[in-house]
């Protein structure tokens, strides 16, 4: 549920804190006050898309927080836990910064939260239904899922959309099968041939070998380097192994008289070392050279294998042994392919998996279709439709989709005698307004939400009606927190809860929400319903509605 709300320079709000009670709460005020203010920033907190607008004049960013309560074990509980958001105090604080610039932030309980992270913590808090919603009914799919939802089969629905999905990718399985069959076996026999040729020379190393190749190809040159550098490191009379070693004796004795002198001491000494052991690793380097020329004739032999092969296969020497692999796998992978009678019958098997979910869920549609229709008919005929019918149509599809066997349509009739139709082609304007309103009402019956926002749902209608409404939002806030912008007097009578808000005339201009007492309230009822200048019959009026709010109580 949503306690409170704050908004720091969020639109027309400068600094406005307010606490949301429970049940059926409304917003009121003129036109231009701001009514929208609440529902904007509560949808920025959710993770929908904001504007550098909703930063109040002047100011460089706009700041709102929403807390919301919650309860053990829900779905809401669930997601803070598996995101290890949790905590003790039992709320969820979602807070979103709007920069000027158009950047934003976002946190979820004190750590930095992505858009997608609010949303999806969004759709398990808050249910909106919009005054556009009505826009839906005509759309082909919504009768569908309004009675899926409705009824709960979204799960029979998503099993009849993997079990198609599967026949699906069945049938392209077996068609490649097919397609690939002519090739198969001529590309295995290819690649046969092409391991065959490489099997022997991919178990030497490229690299090994050409290396080889060049150091017997340099042989002489090699020996003759080697020659004179180990007898300038030890054999010639003045060689560098004497000449270091007189260099440190000199120095030895002058090493303790210097901290920089006793450093290059020590240099030298490892300096020495390293040559006494790069020499004696060069004599026994020239110890076991020899030069064989058949062997070199072997390696030039392996190596014009490798380049005839590389060229023969647009290759590179030492890329060989990889082209060979791949051959490997790509030819087991041939091997291991099913043959297309086997898929065959994978593909029937998944057909029949399909048949049988969707023919279930077509069932329970149409079991599901006859009650919720004649809900929906006494439920619409309340809002002064007195010979309102309502029937689900299942028309078969010419082909099987993975939204089961049959179009769904919700027909329609406003008149005694007269057949149901389609609702699109003889609803009217007014007539759709009530029918989404309480298919609405319906759905929110259901929604595991704690929290339904309606804006301006009640457009279109007026008096005996727009009570009926607010009975109908009255009683569904006894077990969901409802939010609901209206303009009626009649649906606001009814509410839990009444926030006014109020256009201030500062420089910049700017919103607050007032929490209505009960004088206040009957103030504004009459407002609504009398306009400006207000009466002793207007009051009356107001009063009357609200003593009708605890009659029905």
Known sequence: MLTHLNLINFALADNLAIDIEQGFNVLTGETGAGKSLLLDALSACLGERTDTNYVRYGSEKADITAIFSYKEKSAEAEWLKNHELDDESGEIHLRRVIFATGRSKAWINGRPSSLSELKEIGRLLVQLYSQHSQQQLLEP?????????????????????????????????????????????????????????????????????????????????????????????????????????????????????????????????????????????????????????????????????????????RSQPELLKEQYELWQQELEQLHQLEDPETLAEQVELSHQVFLEKAQHLDNIRREAAIPLATQLTEQVKMLALPEAYFEFKFEPLEQV??????????????????????????????????????????????????????????????????????????????????????????????????????????????????????????????RMTGGVEISETTLQHAKQLRQLKFQHN
């Open 141 to 313: 799919p919504y009768p569908k899922h309004w009675l899926d939802r409705y009824s709960n089969f979204a799960q029979p629905a998503q099993d009849v959309r993997d079990a198609y999905s599967t026949w699906q990718k069945n049938i392209r399985m077996h068609q490649a099968a097919i397609d690939a069959q002519t090739n198969r076996i001529q590309r295995i026999d290819t690649l046969k041939l092409q391991l065959e040729e490489l099997e022997d020379i991919v178990r030497i190393d490229y690299k090994d070998i050409e290396q080889e190749f060049d150091r017997l190809s340099h042989h002489e040159h090699i020996m003759q380097d080697c020659s004179y550098s180990i007898n300038a490191l030890d054999e010639s009379e003045q060689n560098i192994s004497q000449e270091i070693a007189s260099i440190i004796r000199r120095l030895e004795s002058h090493a303790g008289r210097s901290d920089l002198l006793s450093e290059i001491y020590t240099s030298l000494l490892n300096a020495q070392s390293e040559l006494e052991d790069a020499t004696a690793n060069l004599r026994q380097f020239i110890d076991r050279q020899s030069f064989d020329p058949d062997r070199m004739d072997e390696l030039n032999s392996q190596l014009e294998i490798f380049h005839r092969l590389a060229r023969k296969y």
């Open 401 to 526: 989709s993975a939204e089961g066997f049959s179009f769904i349509q919700l027909l329609f009739t406003a008149n005694k005698g007269i057949p149901a139709q389609p609702l699109a082609r003889v609803a009217s304007g007014g007539e759709l307004s009530r029918i989404a309103l309480v298919m609405q009402v319906m759905n929110a019956e259901k929604t595991e939400s704690e929290v339904l926002v309606f804006d301006e749902i009640d457009v279109g209608i007026s008096g005996g009606t727009a009570e009926i409404v607010g009975r109908l939002l009255t009683g569904l806030g006894q077990h969901v927190q409802i939010l609901c912008i209206t303009h009626q007097a009649q649906v606001a009578a009814q509410s839990d809860q009444h926030l006014l808000v109020k256009k201030q005339q500062t420089d910049p201009a700017s919103s607050t929400i007032l929490n209505l007492e009960e004088d206040q309230r009957i103030l504004e009822l009459a």
